[in-house]
């Protein structure tokens, strides 16, 4: 439900400096139009009500006059195409305009229309209509969906002034049908009349009325600005060219009786100019360009209330007003040129397409070197930066240097800054570059889990970086964990994927229980090793936390059974040691091996 803006009793004692004959005062008098579409309409009176003291036509409900109708006016039209159509009724944002459309060939059965709008015009818009607000205002509430149409429907537009002002509107068809059949989307054949439909027109054109009528005696031609039709002195020719917006009639006198009559409205519109726009000159890397940042330029001092601006690929595009680029344009490496078209909103015909400007899109360095460089401890410098330049960017770097590359030997965080400069433009990207010092990798320790004849070896790296390990002669694995390593002698080796070293190391797998129980009942009375036959000449040692050597057995000994010099041990942890002869006949201590066990009793 609207919300009424009052004093509509007004209505029906107000007088507009309105064109007459463009008001209808009821449905069967409705104004046929087609696709020269007239402007600048009025309504005065409320005429017949149409709706027989209806509640209701669709969204159209009576005013305070107790009648769907308050000071209306009608108009019909017929298809000539099938499509998308639209149209947009332009008013005076301080006034209230309502409009039904009936899809109905005769007026004693319209039906419900199939648009509608009763919305009021709180919000102080331009327009209303079917199909899109010409402004670009997609929260006007005053639109209905577009309406898809087939060639020979016959549609009633009741356009209904429910405000105390009332200065008129205007009507301009739009939708895709008016570019697919822009001179047959609606049939003029519904016209008849001497001197034709109403004629909009641009103040830039000349428009010749033709009322040329054979065996005519006379012809007299009148003019109505809204004060009545007055004679045009001297105009006595079957032609008048006329250059301002007035109902205009002519008189032909026949032969013999009836003479004809016949009135047409001719509207003009201020055509629009297209000011000189600047070159455009923009770096790529920002992806789009604003196009809507040029309609000043355009415009000039015209104004954007009453202008729209559009632009295009091609001249041929900006001429018929096709193909809109949008205002939020992807731009491209290279020149392009952008035609610009200026239409008035009042009347798209009313148009200029006479300027364009060149759209360069300036590329921006694309920087894709390494950001992450390790450097080694010993390194007399490393190459950092663009290793392959273009010659035409300049380069310079936060420490100072002007070229493309640098030798770095100290770490640290280095930006580089690649500018593209042209025409005073400069397209610049940075990227940084962190190096950082690769320390080269350190065995810490061995972890040997299970301590089975299958066993599962960690090596424990003593340093943060990137590193491969591999066991023995085996492929290299990021993982340092090795599985299903046999006991015996082995190699593990470290290498920085970084190029800072490689270290290897032999290491001794062997198992052993971690408890054992020396009761004399036959089940683990004795601690041993297993896998130790797989050194040569091996030498086990064990000692009590304190050091002392306890027991020293070798590869073919049975086991420890607990006793020092034949006297049982208390129950404690214990530490051994293994030794062995290496390839050079040389007796080594094995590494990562000093582990303890449990003796419980």
Request: charged fraction near 20%; aromatic fraction near 10%; glycine fraction near 8%.
């Amino acid at each position: 439900m609207r919300i009424p803006l009052g004093f509509l009793v007004i209505f029906l004692l107000f007088s507009l400096n309105v064109v007459r004959a463009q008001v209808a005062e009821d449905c069967l008098n409705a104004i046929p139009i087609c696709n020269n579409t007239p402007v600048n309409g009025g309504t005065q009176g409320y005429g017949v009500d149409d709706f027989d003291n209806a509640p209701e036509s669709g969204c159209l409900e009576p005013t305070i006059t107790g009648y769907i109708e308050s000071n209306s006016a009608w108009y019909r039209f017929r298809t000539g195409a099938s499509g998308q159509l639209g149209f947009n009724i332009g008013f005076d944002t301080s006034e209230d305009w309502d409009f039904a459309l009936y899809r109905a060939s005769d007026c004693d059965s319209l039906g419900d229309p199939v648009r509608c709008n009763f919305f009021d015009n709180s919000d102080e818009d331009a327009y209303m209509g079917v199909g899109e607000d010409p402004t670009g205002n997609t929260a006007n509430v005053q639109y209905e969906e577009w309406i898809q149409v087939e060639p020979g429907e016959d549609y009633y537009l009741l356009i209904n002034n429910f405000s105390n002002n009332n200065s008129g509107f205007s009507i301009q068809f739009s939708g895709q049908i008016f570019e697919t059949n822009p001179n047959d989307a609606l049939d003029c054949s519904i016209i008849d009349n001497l001197l034709g439909a109403p004629i909009a027109a641009c103040d830039n054109e000349t428009i010749i009325l033709d009322a040329t009528t054979t065996n005519a005696l006379s012809y007299t031609w009148y003019t109505d600005t809204g004060m009545g039709y007055q004679v045009i002195p001297g105009e006595t020719a079957p032609t008048l060219t006329v250059n301002s917006s007035a109902m205009y009639r002519v008189q032909v006198e026949m032969p013999a009786p009836p003479n004809i009559i016949s009135e047409v409205q001719v509207a003009f519109s201020i055509a629009p100019v297209t000011n000189p726009l600047a070159d455009e000159t923009v770096c790529v890397e920002n992806g789009t360009f604003d196009l809507e940042q040029k309609d000043s330029e355009a415009l000039g001092a015209q104004d954007p209330a009453t202008h729209s601006v559009s632009y295009h690929s091609s001249q041929a595009d900006a001429d018929s007003g096709t193909n809109v680029l949008p205002k939020n344009y992807t731009i491209t490496s290279g020149t392009e040129t952008i035609y610009v078209r200026v239409s008035s909103l009042d009347n798209p015909r009313c148009y200029d397409a006479t300027e364009q400007f060149t759209l360069e899109g300036l590329v921006t360095p694309d920087l894709n070197f390494d950001d992450q460089v390790f450097i080694c401890e010993d390194t007399s410098g490393e190459l950092i930066g663009e290793l392959y330049p273009n010659a035409q960017y300049t380069y310079q770097w936060d420490s100072g240097e002007t070229t493309p590359s640098i030798s770095v030997t100290q770490p640290g965080d280095y930006t580089l800054t690649v500018t593209n400069t042209t025409g005073g433009l400069a397209c610049a990207a940075s990227r940084t570059v962190t190096v950082t010092v690769s320390d080269p990798p350190l065995i810490s320790e061995v972890l040997i889990d299970d301590l089975q004849t299958a066993n599962t070896v960690e090596i424990v790296n003593g340093v943060e970086g990137d590193f491969e390990y591999r066991l023995d002669e085996g492929p290299f694995q990021a993982s340092p964990v090795f599985r299903e390593v046999s006991p015996g002698m082995h190699t593990v080796t470290i290498n920085d994927l970084n190029g800072c070293g490689t270290v290897t190391e032999t290491i001794i797998v062997v198992g052993f229980s971690t408890f054992f129980t020396p009761n004399g009942d036959g089940a683990n009375d004795y601690w041993q090793i297993v896998g130790i036959e797989t050194l040569r000449e091996p030498v086990v040692q064990i000692f009590d936390r304190f050091g002392k050597l306890l027991f020293v057995m070798e590869e073919d000994y049975l086991g420890w059974d607990g006793t020092y010099n034949g006297i049982p041990v208390p129950s404690s942890d214990y530490w051994f040691k293994v030794s062995f002869l290496d390839e050079n006949e040389q007796r080594v201590e094995a590494k990562y091996v000093n582990n303890h066990f449990s003796l419980r009793r």
